[in-house]
C-alpha cells in the first residue's frame, strides 16, 4: 500500500507538473496574440500612409553593440525619425532611452545622431529614464503630457509600446523603422516574445509604475 500511495502522489506531481507548462506556454501564446491583434491596425510601415502628430516617441537602444561595431537597430530608428521629420508628419521628438551612468546615454546618443541627420534641436526633448519601454510611454503621458504619439521602433517592438501605450490613455501610432533579416535578430526577436507576455502581467496584475517619474516638463513645440 506504501509503495502504491507513493506512485499516485508521484503521478499527481508530475500531472501538476506537465499542466503548469502547458497553462504558462498557454498563456504566453495568449499574450502574444493579444497584443498583436489588437494593434496591428496602429502600425505603419510607410511613412506616406501615417496621419500626421505632433510628437513622436524614438525608443532607445544602444549606439553600438557589446564588440563595438553599430548597432543597426539605433541606425535604422534615427533614419526613420529624421525621414518623418523631413516630411512633416512630427514637429517634435522625444527621445526616450537609458541613462544610467555618464558612461552609457542613448538619449544624448540619439539627439547627437539627429542633429547630424539635420534635426534642429530646438526640436528634441531628452527623457533620460526611459529604461524600458513602459517607463518610455507612461513618462511620455505623465511627465511630458502628450495625449497622443508616433513610436519609432521596429515592427516586432511597436505592437508591445502600443499596447502599453494605449493601456494607460494614449493615442499610440507606430511607425517602423527598418528591421534586420530574420536570422540576424532571431534571438531578439525571440525575447521580444517574453517581453510581450510580461507587458500583460505588468499590467493587469503587477500595475507596474516607472522606476522615476518626478515633475511634469513643458515640450514647447514650433
Same mark, same amino acid.
Given at each position: ?50 496621419? +500626421? ?26 533614419? +526613420? ?25 542613448? %538619449? ?78 532571431? +534571438? ?21 509604475? %516607472? ?12
Amino acid at each position: 500500500m506504501k509503495d502504491l500511495g507513493g506512485k499516485l502522489r508521484q503521478h499527481w506531481v508530475t500531472r501538476g507538473i506537465w499542466w503548469g507548462i502547458v497553462s504558462l506556454l498557454l498563456f504566453v501564446v495568449i499574450s502574444n496574440i493579444w497584443i498583436l491583434v489588437s494593434t496591428h491596425g496602429q502600425v505603419y510601415d510607410k511613412i506616406s500612409d501615417l496621419p +500626421k502628430a505632433k510628437v513622436a516617441v524614438v525608443l532607445g537602444t544602444s549606439k553600438t553593440l557589446v564588440n563595438g561595431s553599430p548597432n543597426r537597430y539605433f541606425k535604422y530608428r534615427i533614419e +526613420k525619425a529624421a525621414e518623418l521629420y523631413k516630411m512633416k508628419k512630427v514637429s517634435h521628438f522625444i527621445l526616450s532611452g537609458d541613462n544610467h551612468s555618464k558612461y552609457y546615454n542613448e %538619449p544624448q546618443d540619439m539627439k547627437n545622431a539627429l542633429i547630424a541627420k539635420g534635426v534642429p534641436e530646438d526640436a528634441i526633448t531628452l527623457d533620460y529614464a526611459g529604461f524600458r519601454t513602459l517607463d518610455s510611454m507612461v513618462r511620455a503621458k505623465e511627465i511630458f503630457g502628450q495625449e497622443e504619439v508616433i513610436v519609432i521602433t521596429q515592427k516586432f517592438h511597436a505592437f508591445r509600446a502600443i499596447f502599453i501605450g494605449e493601456y494607460h490613455g494614449i493615442s499610440t501610432m507606430a511607425l517602423t523603422a527598418r528591421d534586420l533579416s530574420l536570422e540576424q535578430s532571431l +534571438k531578439v526577436e525571440g525575447r521580444e516574445i517574453l517581453a510581450r507576455t510580461k507587458a500583460v502581467i505588468d499590467l493587469y496584475v503587477l500595475n507596474e509604475s %516607472p522606476k522615476f517619474l518626478g515633475r511634469p516638463e513643458t515640450i514647447t513645440q514650433r
